[in-house]
């Protein structure tokens, strides 16, 4: 069994900053790419930046150069760091991870999501 944690978010003013945190435990072999989603609503879910097990990080162009993916490969964490925060930045964010069991199964596990607010 796999499990994905979320923690932070919350709401913050225009240009302020957060940091989520995406938290993968249980029966891990291998956590390969973990990606970050945006979901507003009426609208559906997108990626907005997503890190390999190698460290790549690609970037949703709306948020290149605010946002930055990283890994703590010790921890089995994930980390999405948001600045410059803008209102249409707004929604709940969701964390997924391509994760390889114990038992060899591989498949994406998700987190429960978390509400980000930036109020204008």
């Known amino acids: 069994q796999v499990q994905v944690v979320q923690s932070g978010g919350g709401l913050v003013q225009t240009g302020g900053s957060l940091r989520l945190s995406c938290s993968i435990s249980?029966?891990?072999?291998?956590?390969?790419?973990t990606a970050w989603h945006r979901q507003v609503p009426g609208k559906e879910r997108d990626v907005v930046a997503n890190i390999t097990d190698g460290g790549n990080t690609v970037y949703e162009d709306s948020v290149k150069g605010r946002f930055t993916v990283s890994r703590d490969n010790a921890k089995n964490t994930v980390y999405l760091q948001m600045t410059n925060l803008k209102p249409e930045d707004t929604g709940v964010y969701f964390c997924?991870?391509?994760?390889?069991?114990?038992?060899?199964?591989?498949?994406?596990?998700w987190g429960q999501g978390t509400q980000v607010t930036v109020s204008s």
């Open positions: 249980g029966n891990i072999h291998v956590i390969y790419t």
């Open positions: 997924a991870s391509d994760v390889r069991s114990t038992t060899w199964a591989r498949r994406w596990y």
